[in-house]
């Protein structure tokens, strides 16, 4: 199963539909991006990024949403 899979399925268990996720992904492709442009999906990123960038991610993601900067990190 791949993280695309991965994501639908999680999603689909009532419990964890509001789980946030964030890729990382070695590929970059049009494909890939596109199959991860899910609104449920809070992020993407490709395999590399400096280890600040993730943390900043996972910082972002543990915040609760009402608590959270309207701009994830990097954008």
Known sequence: MDGIKFHRAV?????????PFLFISAYDDEHTVKAVQDPKLEGFLKKGRPVKVIMEWIKYLTTPENDR???????
């Open 11 to 19: 999603r689909a268990i009532q419990k964890y539909e509001r789980l």
């Open 69 to 75: 900067p309207n701009m994830p990190p990097g954008k």
